[in-house]
């Protein structure tokens, strides 16, 4: 019988119980130990440590979206196609993960997770070129609102997605991914291009 890959047991481990506790509370050893791995040294040992843990997650999730996200850009002609290349790419990786699933809660505890941000903006790949071109089809607002307002699409995004993943992991009915995808582009559009209230 194949020895099982213990890089990979590592990773699903991790992004589990960082999904579940936070990034910088769950302990490499827990990590090591999730993954039945008798190694308690393994993080360091397949990764480098703690850093190089969460860039391979990171670099597995982009991985997984990245395709999809360049071959939807490549035909978008709009604000609105701009934003589904971003966000449909995602639900559509999420549905595709087995019930329980953790890899949205994981994103979201590392998009709120300060001393992870720099590593989710080093690996944002595509998504940054795509979160420029929607900037410049709003070349008509203030460019410090369409600022904020991108960083609130992050936050929407990552919160929507990892509450719809967590009522799926406690729920008979399946998330609907694809209708919440939906949802969340429409949303997007109608918020960022939304009119300024003068103060």
């Known amino acids: 019988m194949p020895r099982p890959d213990a890089r990979h047991h590592l990773l699903d ?3 589990r119980l960082f999904a579940e506790h936070g990034v910088h509370t769950v302990s490499d050893r827990q990590v090591a130990e999730a993954a039945r791995n008798s190694n308690h040294s393994a993080v360091h040992y397949y990764f480098g440590g703690r850093t190089g843990l969460v860039q391979a997650l990171l670099d597995r999730h982009r991985a997984a979206v990245e395709p999809a996200q360049q071959a939807m850009f490549a ?3 709009s604000l609105l196609g701009d934003i589904r290349a971003l966000v449909i790419p995602l639900t559509d990786v999420l549905a595709t993960l087995p019930t329980p699933s953790w890899r949205a809660r994981f994103l979201d505890q590392a998009i709120h997770d ?4 720099s590593l989710m903006r080093a690996s944002a790949g595509s998504s940054s070129q795509i979160t ?3 900037a410049t089809r709003l070349a008509h607002l203030d460019r410090s609102i369409v600022h904020a307002r991108a960083k609130l699409m992050t936050h929407v995004v990552s919160t929507a997605c990892a509450d ?5 992991a406690t ?7 694809t209708e919440a995808g939906t949802f969340l582009c429409d949303a997007i559009a109608g918020m960022l291009q939304a009119p300024i209230t003068s103060p």
């Not at 300060?114 to 941000?117: D, E, I, Q, R, S």
């Not at 719809?164 to 799926?168: D, G, K, L, N, Q």
């Not at 729920?171 to 991914?177: E, V």
């Open 13 to 15: 481990a991790a992004e």
């Open 114 to 117: 300060p001393n992870v941000g």
């Open 75 to 77: 035909t978008s002609d």
């Open 132 to 134: 420029a071109s929607a």
């Open 171 to 177: 729920s008979d009915a399946p998330a609907l991914w």
């Open 164 to 168: 719809i993943e967590a009522r799926a």
